[in-house]
């Protein structure tokens, strides 16, 4: 099946600085990266939807100017951090889509990146 | 909010099949069923997914309801390495995959 990579797998960083998650399709294009966010013994939220070359959407409540998405090609979308806080330590893990062979618009998730900030 | 009701947790002798129920009383006629699984601390894994009808891969059976109401997905042969948190999503072409807390899988040696 496709695969999604996710560099780093964990980060630890400071109060008050910014880190950056990629995000890569390794054996596809993908038309539409989501970015999702989990916090120890809870399920996954998505956080945002981005298209290639678009500005990405932000579920409610994920502030847009802290957790900046760029997807400026079809195999690489970042997620960065601004202003990180012990608040924002959690499992970052994105997908990607592209078009499936069934026609179901598959979704494929990458390993996540556990981000702990001190 | 998910569209899914699942056990919170289930356990599972090595060897034994798995049945993990999953309740979609709602579901419409062009969401899929899809199952996901995610072993500690690491990305959802795809399993399988179906429209009405059952689905068999290397991986599990998905046996779906006729009217599409409920569905189990099957483990086979379950071993250690299946103990994980199961999570059963409905899901329309183009529509964002919504996870709901999911079954967590103990399987027992």
């Known amino acids: 099946g496709a695969v999604v990579s996710q560099h780093p797998s964990w980060v630890i960083c400071k109060s008050g600085t910014s880190v950056k998650i990629e995000c890569r399709s390794l054996?596809?294009?993908?038309?539409?990266m989501f970015w999702y966010r989990q916090f120890p013994k809870q399920s996954l939220m998505l956080m945002a939807t981005?298209?290639?070359?678009?500005?990405?959407?932000?579920e409610q409540g994920v502030e847009k100017d802290k957790f900046l998405i760029n997807h400026a090609s079809l195999t690489l979308s970042t997620l960065t951090v601004t202003s990180a806080h012990p608040e924002d330590s959690s499992f970052y893990i994105c997908s990607a889509s592209g078009e499936g062979g069934t026609g179901a618009y598959e979704q494929y998730f990458g390993p996540g990146t556990r981000l702990t900030v001190t | 909010d998910a569209k899914t009701t699942q056990p919170p947790s289930m356990d599972c002798a090595e060897g034994r099949a798995a049945n993990l129920p999953c309740n979609h009383s709602t579901i419409s006629g062009n969401e899929y069923v899809y199952w996901y699984r995610q072993i500690h601390s690491q990305g959802p894994q795809y399993i399988i997914h179906g429209l009405k009808n059952n689905e068999t891969n290397e991986m599990a059976s998905l046996i779906i309801t006729e009217d599409r109401k409920s569905s189990t997905l099957i483990l086979p042969h379950a071993t250690l390495r299946d103990t994980a948190v199961y999570y059963c999503?409905?899901?329309?072409?183009?529509?964002?995959?919504?996870f709901g807390p999911g079954t967590r899988l103990s399987v027992l040696p």
């Open positions: 054996d596809f294009q993908a038309t539409t």
């Open positions: 999503i409905v899901r329309a072409y183009g529509q964002n995959f919504v």
């Open positions: 981005s298209n290639e070359g678009s500005k990405a959407t932000y």
